[in-house]
Structures are given as C-alpha cells and as structure tokens.
C-alpha cells in the first residue's frame, strides 16, 4: 500500500551535516508512525528517530542533541537532520512506516563518515 523513498545519503566529515528525506506514496497524516533506522556493518538494525501522525518524536540515545526528525505533510515527506556526525554513525538508513499496523520500509540509504 506504501512506498517509501529515501535519499540524501553521501560521504561526509566527521562533524558535518547531511539532511535525510523519505517520500511516501500516500498521505503522511493517513501513517500512524514513520521513522528512520539504521544498520551498520555487524550490528542489527535499530531505532534512530520517529515521529508519530500528531508529531510525537522519540530518538535514540546516541543521536539525542544531534539529529532532528521533521516531517513537510503537504509534501508527504519526513526529514532527518543529522549533526555533527561521527564515524560510528556510519550505517544504512531505512526510512519505516507503520499503516494500520502493517510496517513498511524503503530501500535504504549509504550514509559514511570519514574521519
């Protein structure tokens, strides 16, 4: 029902900044949830950011203070701004929606930190 399309990936320096977004198929006031997760080599996938349908936000320890989720309704689109980035934020970034209790998620996006 929901397709989801993340860009805004890339090679950064540790301490700059990248902007994530997630476009989706249908209206985002009709998702109850979306966020983003993150993968990186050897770990599991966690939790980074999400923001809830009346704009409820909830961050993963390491990244409170640094990355921000938004979200532009009337582009149906989510946001993550990613600061002062360090190394070990480098992973794969998946944007997640959960639709009426089913989860759907994107492609993912390469996000690298040098040092």
């Known amino acids: 029902q929901v397709q989801l399309v993340e860009s805004g990936g890339g090679l950064v320096q540790a301490g700059g900044s990248l902007r994530l977004s997630c476009a989706a198929s249908?209206?985002?006031?009709?998702?109850?949830?979306m966020g983003w997760y993150r993968q990186a080599p050897g770990k599991q996938r966690e939790l980074v950011a999400q923001?809830?349908?009346?704009?409820?936000?909830n961050y993963a320890d390491s990244v409170k203070g640094r990355f921000t989720i938004s979200r532009d309704n009337a582009k149906n689109t989510v946001y993550m701004h990613m600061n002062s980035l360090k190394p070990e934020d480098t992973a794969v970034y998946y944007c997640n929606a959960d639709v009426k209790g089913t989860i759907y998620w994107g492609q993912g996006t390469q996000v690298t930190v040098s040092s």
């Open positions: 923001i809830t349908r009346i704009g409820r936000t």
């Open positions: 249908r209206l985002i006031f009709s998702i109850n949830a």
